[in-house]
């Protein structure tokens, strides 16, 4: 039998990281002499990859000042590391699933616009990371809605299209589901609108972790 995978998203659904994303984006505007987005234009564009972010963020600027600008981005998410500022909870009862779900022999995944080492530290701090098997983010692949996130998880761990799902609160994550012919499940409490997740073609909305779980076993 062909292994069931659930891939995650990070931010917005296994983690609220949205004072530190807007903390980061603006120094790293502010850096440039630049009026700093505000927190919904920031939240709209998490789940992206930086340099494409920030594309949308000032689509006047040219590329090369979007990857110098993502750079910024970067350290600025680094310095607010070594001052002890980042904040990136788990949501309510995320912990709890994730534990459940391996437990019941499904198979887990993260595909999320992080760095790698960022990714890292998030999972090792909550103490989850041993639950993944694989992990995919926006330092080896294009950025969501691409699907080769999605397709490299279902390699590694050894499933299809049918038994896997994708759980995201953005409507790039329902995106890169079906263009990797997955199920498709958003959460309602990160940072795209339930009503933007079901008009993506997400399968269903979970408003909290307990009905995230019975979505997820309703194959």
């Known amino acids: 039998m062909t292994n069931r995978l659930a891939v995650f998203d990070c931010d917005g659904t296994l983690v609220d990281s949205q004072h530190s994303i807007c903390a980061a984006m603006a120094r790293a505007f502010e850096g440039e002499k630049l009026t700093a987005p505000d927190r919904v234009a920031i ?4 789940g992206l990859s930086l340099p494409l972010a920030i594309a949308r963020l000032l689509p006047e600027a ?9 750079e910024r981005y970067k350290s600025a998410f680094q310095q607010l590391r070594r001052e002890c500022a980042v904040s990136e909870p788990l949501y309510p009862g995320m912990a709890d699933l994730i534990r459940d779900l391996d437990t019941d022999g499904w198979l887990l995944g993260v595909a999320t616009g992080k760095s790698d080492r960022g990714l890292g530290l998030c999972l090792e701090h909550h103490g989850i ?13 294009p950025s969501k809605p691409h699907p080769s996130m999605l397709l490299t998880a279902m390699a590694e761990a050894g499933a299809c299209p049918e038994t896997t799902v994708m759980i995201g609160d953005t409507s790039f994550d329902i995106e890169m589901a079906i263009a990797a012919g997955t199920r498709a499940l958003g ?5 795209h609108e339930p009503a933007a997740l079901m008009a993506a ?8 972790s307990s009905e995230l779980h019975r979505h997820i076993l309703a194959q």
């Open 201 to 208: 073609g997400a399968d269903g909305v979970a408003m909290d």
């Open 43 to 46: 939240l709209s564009v998490v």
């Open 62 to 70: 040219e590329p090369d000042f979007h990857d110098h600008l993502s």
């Open 187 to 191: 959460v309602g409490w990160g940072y």
């Open 129 to 141: 990371s041993g639950h993944f098997v694989t992990l995919q983010t926006a330092d080896r692949h």
